[in-house]
Structure formats: structure tokens, C-alpha cells
């Protein structure tokens, strides 16, 4: 595992160069990274959400492609297009925004239903299907995908089907002022977006995301997982708990965190760590509920401290 840790912690170093004092956050999309995941960043506007995508994909040196969804958007605009090109006298097609290996979906909520519905293919097969022709989506791939949690005059709630293929929900938040100072300082003759370069080959990402599958999740660990999972369904304040996407999320995010702290097992701390980001946002809060403002992070919260930690046992020899 110590080739996980040094490639996430030459990530991690090299972002903070650009995104300063989130380190934590930095290292959950490090981890749906590792996990061949997906982030859902929900925050204000200005705190960093596109350097974020940006700094990761210099940081590897991959393509990066940004996507500014608009109520007009089409889906054909994010997934490409077959144009007849006279000279040959046959179809070619034009690939679209979303054929990159780091995408920002900047927005999302903006664009209509069916503009939505064309990344659900792409995040889940890692294919895009355009005029009956499949083309496979080059590794690794990760859609960073952003949305205004304050206003929603003009947007469109994603579907819960979509919501679900996130494996994490993430907020940057506001700097702390001291960070806030620093980021005044660096930016005063030239953004540090600039100045970053490739710490990490893709053939380093791809092979940290092989060894990640190596990390060994004990019985009772994954019994753990899906009592959380399942307590989530069973709560009385939730209309819809966690699907079984979310116990996956919550064990490969589990083993990615294991490996990236240098460990080739998980430990209840890891599968604690990460409910919320990857658990809440799957959750749908019944109307009572919601008249009474109760949060999905407070019920997950809520679930974690009412579900026994599984403990140590001995092993037969």
C-alpha cells in the first residue's frame, strides 16, 4: 500500500498548492478517484469547485473538459454528434465535452431532464452510445459535477437515479480566514492553477487503482456496512434509504481510504469517516419529516451512533 500512499499524497500535496486548507476534501476525491467514482460538489459559488477539477486533472495529466450547463443545452452537446462529411461521404463522429478523463459538469441542475439523463450512461457503463455506435470512455474517468444548494429559481432537481451514480456528495465550504489571506498572497501577480504541474503518470493512477482492490474487508466489516445501509431503510424520518449502490460506495471508498493512511485493511474508522459523504445524499426525507427540517447528514449521523461497531474476534488456526 505504500504505492497508493505516496501517489495520493503527491495528489494531495500538489492541490493544495491551488485549493488551500481542504485538505480533507481533497482526499474524499481522491478516494472516489481511486475508486473509479464520481463527486457530487454541492456549494456556494467562488469557493473553489473548478480549480478543484482543474488542480487534479493538471496533477495527473489528464484531459479536462468543462461543461456549463443551460436550460437549452441538448444532450447531444455533452455526449458528441455524427456530422455527414461530404469528402469521404460517410459519418464521422464528433466527439462531445464528456469523452475526457476529468469532466466538470458545472451546474448540473441547470440543464433539463433529459440533457441529465445523457451522463447517466457515462457514469455508470463508462461508454457513450451515439447513433447506435458505442464508444468506451478513456481511464480514468471522473465527472466532478457541481450545484448551487441556495438557488434554485431556473433549475431542475436531479432525478434520484442520477443522484445515486455519485459516489460521494461533498462541500468545499468558505476558507478560513488565515487560508483566505494566503490564497490573497499567492494570487497576487498570477493564479497557482499556472504554476502546478504533473506529479503523478496515469499509469501510476491506474496501477494505485488496481493495488486499492487489494485491500482486504474482513466479514464483519461488510456486516457493518450493510447494517448501516440497511438502518438508513428502517429510520422513521426516511421516505427512501440508501440503495445497495451505496453499501458498494461505502466499501470501495472504505478500502481506498485504508490504502491511501498505508493499510491493507479496513477498520470501522474508515467505513465511519465516509458514511456521510457517501450515505446522505442517497437519503430522501419523509414530508413529516422535512416540516420538521431534519437533515440526512443528522440521520446518518443518528444511524451511526445507534448501529454497534463490530469488535475484534480471534481467528481459527
Do not use: W
Not at 126 to 139: H, L
Request: charged share 25%; glycine share 6%; net charge negative.
Amino acid at each position: 500500500m505504500d504505492q497508493v500512499r505516496e501517489v495520493a499524497e503527491r495528489i494531495v500535496d500538489n492541490v493544495e498548492k491551488v485549493i488551500i486548507g481542504k485538505r480533507d476534501e481533497i482526499q474524499l476525491t481522491l478516494f472516489a478517484l481511486l475508486c473509479e467514482g464520481h463527486i457530487l460538489i454541492e456549494d456556494v459559488p467562488g469557493v473553489g469547485k473548478t480549480m478543484l477539477a482543474r488542480a487534479i486533472a493538471k496533477s495527473i495529466g489528464c484531459t479536462f473538459r468543462r461543461i456549463q450547463f443551460t436550460p437549452d443545452m441538448l444532450p447531444s452537446d455533452v455526449t458528441g454528434v455524427s456530422v455527414f462529411n461530404q469528402k469521404t461521404g460517410e459519418f464521422e463522429f464528433r466527439p462531445g465535452p464528456i469523452m475526457a478523463q476529468i469532466v466538470l459538469t458545472d451546474e448540473i441542475n441547470r440543464a433539463t431532464p433529459k440533457t441529465q439523463s445523457a451522463l447517466l450512461e457515462a457514469m455508470e457503463e463508462r461508454q457513450v452510445t451515439v447513433d447506435g455506435v458505442t464508444y468506451p470512455m478513456a481511464r480514468p474517468f471522473l465527472v466532478l459535477a457541481t450545484q448551487n444548494p441556495i438557488e434554485y429559481e431556473g433549475t431542475f432537481p436531479l432525478p434520484e437515479a442520477q443522484v445515486d451514480r455519485f459516489m460521494m456528495r461533498i462541500r468545499l465550504g468558505y476558507p478560513a480566514p488565515k487560508d483566505e489571506i494566503a490564497m490573497l498572497d499567492m494570487q497576487r501577480e498570477v493564479h497557482p492553477i499556472e504554476t502546478i504541474g504533473q506529479v503523478v503518470s496515469v499509469d501510476e493512477l491506474l496501477a494505485a487503482q488496481e493495488a486499492v482492490k487489494q485491500v482486504y474487508v474482513d466479514d464483519l466489516i461488510k456486516e457493518y456496512i450493510v447494517s448501516l445501509v440497511t438502518a438508513t431503510r428502517q429510520h422513521p424520518d426516511v421516505y427512501l434509504g440508501a440503495s445497495p449502490r451505496a453499501s458498494l460506495a461505502l466499501y470501495k471508498t472504505g478500502r481506498a481510504r485504508a490504502a491511501v493512511l498505508g493499510r491493507d485493511y479496513v477498520i470501522p474508522d474508515d467505513i465511519k469517516a465516509l458514511a456521510e459523504p457517501t450515505l446522505a445524499h442517497r437519503l430522501i426525507i419523509s414530508p413529516s419529516a422535512r416540516i420538521k427540517n431534519v437533515d440526512p447528514r443528522a440521520v446518518v449521523e443518528e444511524v451511526l451512533s445507534s448501529v454497534p461497531v463490530p469488535g475484534a474476534r480471534v481467528r481459527a488456526r
